[in-house]
């Protein structure tokens, strides 16, 4: 066993020592040591209860024969952090989970893991430190929060965060009261879980089961079930047989247990930040998978199940509906069946016997809300090397739309254009200069997008950005613009009034001018200098890699 390192031989006594101060006693050097990867905090909703999930995942390794470790890393809630400078942070705090896992399980010997992630960059930051590790390990997430509830005109509505987000637009717009804005934030979130749409830390959750990384039920069942907890028991127990069978990561997260991903994700019509996570998850497993790969996926996974910010269906009704495993089920005869679980037998056998409840919630493949996938790659002369949007939360008179540029190169610039209603029908919005490298730390921009949609310009109004948004964003919402502003990308040669096209079914992005325009314009512009040059960001941004290649570090 690697943990042999710590606790066998004359030389490990002072080692042992140690160990006996946290509670080991002599009869545990012959059993292997698990390290449970907790990352409970008290600031993040999705985080607050994962003492409880983690208590129940050690029961589980006791009972199978190992010796749980509880350790912590850190967690940033992307809604707190949002339209302020520490969102900066958020994308960039994904790779220092990866590192701090990394040394959390080399500096303490752990034989096996078990993840314990709940919000947006914790889940691929955990994913890829597990594939790099490459240790026997089994994840197992917080869960979802409840949908809140508030009586509006009348009756009984179901509201999330996103709810909030875009009432702010709504009272701009004079269509609400700050009187019920302040009720509906006292009751959208009404407990412990990531927050309850198909939003990022959903998405991720979910996508995780359908890799194989997790157990089925590990994306829906809500935070505050006590299927949950059961579920975190029997992940503490599956640790130690995955470890008796020596299946790793790295045995799992294939090129199709990533396929498989995809095309869930695309069935979900989850967020555009699942794209960013799952390329670098493949660049940390040695798997080239490019963005056109993406494309190929989409155009024959068909959008099945469409939740909030894309519909009034929650996570919750997804869950009662059969989950991911009745999503995939339906999917199966366009999934790789044989891809590897954690279950140790292939994916067929885990969803077979899985079938549909709801199809309201989960439709059929012959009757999908569209033939295609929920997320789209464009590209064209403004994104050379691509860009993301969600498709599926696009109105159908904004899927094609040719307008006149508004640009700017801050979030906080265009913010306050549309808070003062300078923004006009037709126009594209552009904010750059909030690239992974330009930012620093690639910010999500759902206050401009709920702005927008609150105030009921969604339908009129286009977004792109070299920066990202949040999995509650809706509407013509064009993000991770590749190469970025800050890397002299086309996005960089924008002028108020030029002309953009956007046709999301053809996966077009294109500006009206040449190429010799385009390189004329970036060729005229100043250095470009970065916001920050102090700290961790500084480091970041220098480091830094493309958003088409996942904003990993680069060697």
Same mark, same amino acid.
């Given at each position: 066993?690697?943990?042999?390192?710590?606790?066998?031989?004359?030389?490990?006594?002072?080692?042992?020592?140690?160990?006996?101060?946290?509670?080991?006693?002599?009869?545990?050097?012959?059993?292997?040591?698990?390290?449970?990867?907790?990352?409970?905090?008290?600031?993040?909703?999705?985080?607050?209860?994962?003492?409880?999930?983690?208590?129940?995942?050690?029961?589980?390794?006791?009972?199978?024969?190992?010796?749980?470790?509880?350790?912590?890393?850190?967690?940033?809630?992307?809604?707190?952090?949002?339209?302020?400078?520490?969102?900066?942070?958020?994308?960039?705090?994904?790779?220092?989970?990866?590192?701090?896992?990394?040394?959390?399980?080399?500096?303490?010997?752990?034989?096996?893991?078990?993840?314990?992630?709940?919000?947006?960059?914790?889940?691929?930051? #955990?994913?890829?430190?597990?594939?790099? !590790?490459?240790?026997?390990?089994?994840?197992?997430?917080?869960?979802?929060?409840?949908?809140?509830?508030?009586?509006?005109?009348?009756?009984?509505?179901?509201?999330?965060?996103?709810?909030?987000?875009?009432?702010?637009?709504?009272?701009?717009?004079?269509? #609400?009261?700050?009187?019920?804005?302040?009720?509906?934030?006292?009751?959208?979130?009404?407990?412990?879980?990531?927050?309850?749409? $198909?939003?990022?830390?959903?998405?991720?959750?979910?996508?995780?089961?359908?890799?194989?990384?997790?157990?089925?039920?590990?994306? %829906?069942?809500?935070?505050?079930?006590?299927?949950?907890?059961?579920?975190?028991?029997?992940?503490?127990?599956?640790?130690?047989?995955?470890?008796?069978?020596?299946?790793?990561?790295?045995?799992?997260?294939?090129?199709?247990?990533?396929?498989?991903?995809?095309?869930?994700?695309?069935?979900?019509?989850?967020?555009?930040?699942?794209?960013?996570?799952?390329?670098?998850?493949?660049?940390?497993?040695?798997?080239?998978?490019?963005?056109?790969?993406?494309?190929?996926?989409?155009?024959?996974?068909?959008?099945?199940?469409?939740?909030?910010?894309?519909?009034?269906?929650?996570?919750?009704?997804?869950?009662?509906?059969?989950?991911?495993?009745?999503? $995939?089920?339906?999917?199966?005869?366009?999934?790789?069946?044989?891809?590897?679980?954690? !279950?140790?037998?292939?994916?067929?056998?885990?969803?077979?016997?899985? %079938?549909?409840?709801?199809?309201?919630?989960?439709? %059929?493949?012959?009757?999908?809300?569209?033939?295609?996938?929920?997320?789209?790659? !464009?590209?064209?002369?403004?994104?050379?090397?691509?860009?993301?949007?969600?498709?599926?939360?696009?109105?159908?008179?904004?899927?094609?739309?040719?307008?006149?540029?508004?640009?700017?190169?801050?979030?906080?610039?265009?913010?306050?254009?549309?808070?003062?209603?300078?923004?006009?029908?037709?126009?594209?919005?552009?904010?750059?200069?909030?690239?992974?490298?330009?930012?620093?730390? #690639?910010?999500?921009?759902? %206050?401009?997008?709920?702005?927008?949609?609150?105030?009921?310009?969604?339908?009129?109004?286009?977004?792109?950005?070299?920066?990202?948004?949040?999995?509650?964003?809706?509407?013509?919402?064009?993000?991770?613009?590749?190469?970025?502003?800050?890397?002299?990308?086309?996005?960089?040669?924008?002028?108020?009034?030029?002309?953009?096209?956007?046709?999301?079914?053809?996966?077009?992005?294109?500006?009206?001018?040449?190429?010799?325009?385009?390189?004329?314009?970036?060729?005229?512009?100043?250095?470009?200098?970065?916001?920050?040059?102090?700290?961790?960001?500084?480091?970041?941004?220098?480091?830094?890699?493309?958003?088409?290649?996942?904003?990993?570090?680069?060697?």
């Amino acid at each position: 066993m690697i943990s042999d390192a710590v606790k066998k031989g004359i030389e490990r006594a002072p080692h042992r020592s140690l160990l006996h101060a946290v509670g080991c006693s002599s009869s545990d050097w012959e059993k292997p040591f698990v390290g449970i990867i907790n990352s409970f905090s008290e600031v993040v909703p999705g985080h607050i209860h994962l003492r409880t999930i983690a208590q129940a995942v050690k029961e589980g390794v006791r009972s199978g024969g190992g010796v749980p470790f509880e350790v912590n890393t850190m967690v940033v809630c992307d809604g707190i952090a949002m339209n302020h400078a520490g969102m900066k942070y958020s994308l960039p705090s994904r790779e220092i989970i990866a590192d701090s896992v990394e040394i959390l399980a080399r500096a303490h010997a752990f034989d096996a893991l078990v993840f314990i992630p709940n919000c947006d960059k914790v889940v691929p930051g #955990m994913l890829m430190a597990a594939v790099r !590790l490459n240790l026997p390990c089994v994840f197992v997430s917080g869960g979802p929060m409840m949908a809140g509830q508030v009586y509006r005109g009348g009756r009984l509505e179901k509201v999330d965060l996103n709810s909030v987000f875009l009432a702010v637009g709504e009272v701009v717009r004079g269509k #609400m009261s700050e009187k019920e804005l302040a009720e509906l934030e006292r009751v959208a979130c009404p407990g412990c879980g990531s927050c309850a749409g $198909m939003f990022t830390a959903n998405t991720m959750n979910c996508l995780t089961e359908a890799m194989g990384m997790a157990l089925p039920g590990n994306g %829906t069942i809500p935070a505050v079930q006590a299927r949950r907890s059961q579920l975190s028991y029997r992940a503490g127990r599956q640790v130690m047989e995955v470890l008796d069978r020596f299946i790793c990561p790295r045995d799992i997260v294939t090129e199709d247990a990533l396929y498989n991903a995809f095309a869930v994700d695309m069935a979900l019509g989850g967020s555009t930040n699942s794209v960013l996570h799952l390329i670098a998850i493949a660049h940390e497993a040695g798997i080239d998978f490019p963005l056109s790969k993406i494309n190929e996926i989409s155009q024959h996974i068909p959008n099945i199940c469409r939740l909030s910010p894309a519909s009034n269906y929650r996570i919750e009704d997804l869950d009662l509906a059969g989950g991911i495993s009745a999503v $995939m089920q339906e999917l199966a005869d366009l999934l790789k069946l044989g891809a590897n679980t954690v !279950l140790a037998k292939p994916m067929g056998e885990v969803i077979k016997g899985f %079938t549909v409840k709801d199809r309201n919630v989960i439709r %059929t493949t012959t009757e999908p809300y569209a033939v295609t996938g929920g997320l789209s790659i !464009l590209s064209g002369n403004l994104a050379p090397e691509g860009a993301v949007v969600k498709s599926a939360a696009v109105a159908p008179e904004m899927l094609v739309h040719r307008g006149t540029a508004r640009v700017f190169d801050s979030e906080e610039e265009a913010t306050q254009a549309i808070l003062e209603k300078k923004i006009k029908s037709g126009e594209v919005v552009v904010i750059r200069y909030e690239g992974p490298r330009g930012g620093p730390g #690639m910010r999500e921009m759902l %206050t401009p997008t709920s702005l927008l949609s609150g105030m009921g310009m969604d339908r009129e109004v286009a977004l792109i950005t070299d920066g990202r948004f949040s999995g509650a964003t809706r509407g013509a919402a064009i993000g991770h613009v590749s190469p970025e502003a800050a890397e002299r990308g086309p996005i960089a040669a924008l002028k108020d009034g030029d002309l953009i096209k956007i046709d999301i079914p053809a996966c077009k992005l294109e500006v009206e001018l040449t190429q010799e325009e385009i390189a004329q314009r970036l060729k005229n512009l100043p250095p470009f200098a970065s916001r920050i040059n102090t700290g961790y960001l500084k480091r970041y941004s220098d480091g830094v890699s493309s958003a088409s290649k996942g904003a990993v570090f680069v060697d």
